[in-house]
């Protein structure tokens, strides 16, 4: 594909994947009307998606978020769920994957000009058709049916591993650290060496 170049990436008709439903419809058919629905992308920032996210989350209206990302934005998809579920803590979870079909459209790049070319001749251009995976999670204030796949349920306490047990002091860069200042005091320098020898 090194004398190709990419023109235009669309989502192929019937691209909705095993879950249902076309391109326009998500994962979640029942989802109620007033839901905030994170569309995360390759190019997103994390602490963008959060704020709005987390401010949404807090109004009394809202009932529930959906993150959904394709490709290469599926890690980070992950990530923000699990972020704002560590912020806002008893939040019901159901998780969906999907494949969404993409066509990509190459066009060859042109070569150097060559005596037997012809100036009017049109690039050659090339379609792919990808199936790419697609992520959808879904983090509810009220409770979802426990029976569906994809559901996990909300922690029942916050995780406390994710908070120190006791503050560690702060040093700087030129500060040694406990222990490690001696075991260097200790060692002699080689031009010493030779002098205690010597003397």
């Known amino acids: 594909m090194e004398n190709f170049r990419k023109v235009r990436s669309e989502e192929a008709p019937g691209g909705g994947g095993a879950e249902g439903g076309g391109p326009g419809s998500g994962p979640f058919a029942d989802l109620a009307p007033g839901a905030v629905h994170m569309r995360v992308k390759e190019g997103s920032k994390i602490r963008n998606l959060l704020a709005f996210a ?13 993150f959904s990302g394709c490709g290469r934005a599926t890690t980070k998809t992950v990530t ?19 494949y969404r079909s993409v066509r990509e459209v190459w066009q ?3 070569p150097g ?10 690039a050659a251009s090339l379609s792919v058709l990808k199936n790419v995976p697609s992520l959808a999670i879904l983090l509810s204030k009220d409770a979802l049916d426990p029976h ?28 040694p650290a406990a222990g490690e200042g ?18």
Request: net charge positive; aromatic share 2%; with cysteine.
């Open 148 to 175: 569906q796949p994809g559901y996990q349920p909300p922690s029942p306490h916050p995780d406390s591993s994710s908070q120190p047990t006791a503050p560690t002091p702060k040093r700087s860069l030129r500060e």
């Open 54 to 66: 987390t401010a949404s989350m807090a109004q009394p209206a809202t009932r529930a978020i959906v």
């Open 113 to 122: 000009p060559t005596p037997e070319q012809k100036p009017s001749e049109p």
């Open 182 to 199: 001696s075991a260097k005091r200790s060692q002699l320098e080689p031009g010493a060496a030779e002098e205690n020898q010597t003397t």
């Open 80 to 98: 923000c769920a699990e972020i704002l579920k560590r912020r806002l803590a008893g939040l019901h979870q159901v998780t969906r994957l999907r």
């Open 108 to 110: 060859s790049l042109p």
